[in-house]
Nanobody, 114 residues
């Protein structure tokens, strides 16, 4: 059974940083494109960072230069370092493959106060 377990969220001030982690089990992690997604209240879920099996990253313009995705294939874990956070980054953050395939985990709440 596939499990995706996100952690590391919290409440930070505008300009702060957080590091999210996602531990995957039940998949051949090292062969998968992975992604971090977020969903803010009333909005659709969106991809905020992607990473290939060989750690080539992708970022949309909204987070480029502020977010850094990385992975540790030995630990079946993907990370998201978020710096210079803004109130508009407030959302529940999830990981999944890219494109998405598996059932979503519970996500981790990130709240950025102004």
């Amino acid at each position: 059974q596939v499990q995706l377990v996100e952690s590391g969220g919290g409440l930070v001030q505008d300009g702060g940083s957080l590091r999210l982690s996602c531990a995957a089990s039940g998949i051949i992690f090292s062969t998968k494109n992975m992604g971090w997604y977020r969903q803010a209240p009333g909005k659709q879920r969106e991809l905020v960072a992607g990473i290939t099996p060989t750690s080539r990253p992708y970022y949309p313009d909204s987070v480029k230069g502020r977010f850094t995705i990385s992975r540790d294939n030995a630990k079946n874990t993907v990370y998201l370092q978020m710096d210079s956070l803004k109130p508009e980054d407030t959302a529940v953050y999830y990981c999944n493959t890219n494109p998405t395939f598996y059932t979503w985990g519970q996500g981790t709440q990130v709240t950025v106060s102004s």
